[in-house]
């Protein structure tokens, strides 16, 4: 069974950092994408950040420019550096894998996310 813990969220003021985490675990074989989707309160879940296996970075227009994704294979983990954070990065954060495990295709999977708010 796999599972996806994100860790790192938090309430912080407009223009400050926060770092997000993401560890995969379970019987995985190979890990093809990891990224981060977010969804604000009334609004729907909308890409972040993904970087694929071979560092293919692909980056929401509202964030460029001041996050940054960066993955470490040997410990399954996808890292969400937000630098600058306004208001509207308010959302819950949920991880995304896409990865393959034993006898099992290619699959999706979701973490349970972790909340970010963006406030003075």
């Known amino acids: 069974q796999v599972q996806l813990v994100e860790s790192g969220g938090g309430v912080v003021q407009p223009g400050r950092s926060l770092r997000l985490s993401c560890a995969a675990s379970?019987?995985?074989?190979?890990?093809?994408?990891m990224g981060w989707y977010r969804q604000a309160p009334g609004r729907q879940r909308e890409l972040v950040a993904t970087r694929g296996s071979g560092d293919t970075t692909n980056y929401a227009e509202a964030v460029k420019g001041r996050f940054t994704i960066s993955r470490d294979n040997t410990k399954n983990t996808v890292y969400l550096r937000m630098n600058s954070l306004k208001p509207e990065d308010t959302a819950v954060y949920y991880c995304n894998a896409l990865l393959k495990t034993e006898g099992v295709a290619p699959t999706n999977y979701w973490g349970q996310g972790t909340q970010v708010t963006v406030s003075s």
């Open positions: 379970g019987s995985i074989v190979s890990i093809y994408v």
